[in-house]
């Protein structure tokens, strides 16, 4: 094989994977609003936000924390909180707090493992009148210090709808929403910090 096959093949590989080809690096991740309703009140320390039978559809949000040259962020801290299926908040400032859903715990944490993985269990965030594009707030951490904070947004409900800081911060922090049956999804996010 020639020396410009190899690049080329080495350079394919690198895309495929997810991590840049040599002497590129990976976008980092843009900051976003911690928004009005960062949770108060103890900790969820849970990655599954729904207990006992779901009432309505689910999300499997799974993703990977690199750095911009590609090396897995492990043993950080992916905290995130959101809008149940209604578009209420658990938080004082919400007025809907008496209409709650008693399943779903609204926040939770999940920690990168070996190969900087992290997974969640939630519901498909409902919109509300002040940020209609449905969306999940997380903020990363490492030794109790805030790495990140940003948003995801969704290709199928709309993406970022012109809420996010800029076009190219709305590419970078919108996903696709795979339907894994009538009341799941799943969806995949890349984090570069």
Do not use: C
């Amino acid at each position: 094989m020639n020396r410009r096959k190899l690049v080329q093949s080495v350079v394919a590989v690198g895309l495929l994977s997810g991590l840049p080809a040599a002497g590129t690096e990976l976008p980092k991740t843009p900051r976003d609003y911690t928004g009005p309703f960062y949770p108060k009140g103890p900790r969820n320390r849970r990655s599954d936000l729904i207990v006992g039978e779901p009432r309505a559809e689910v999300l499997h949000l799974a993703g990977r924390i690199l750095t911009p040259d590609g090396s897995p962020l492990t043993g950080v801290l992916v905290d995130i909180w959101q809008a149940d299926p209604n578009g209420r908040y658990k938080h004082p400032r919400d007025r809907g707090q008496d209409s709650l859903m008693e399943e779903f715990l609204y926040w939770g944490e999940a920690s990168t493992d070996a190969e900087a993985r992290f997974g969640f269990r939630t519901y498909l965030p409902g919109r509300y009148s002040a940020r209609p594009a449905q969306h999940i707030h997380y903020k990363v951490w490492r030794d109790r210090r805030e790495l990140l904070t940003s948003q995801i947004y969704f290709d199928e409900l709309g993406g970022a709808r012109g809420l996010a800081r800029s076009e190219r911060a709305a590419a970078l922090q919108t996903v696709s929403l795979e339907r894994i049956d009538e009341e799941t999804f799943a969806a995949e996010l890349q984090i570069v910090i």
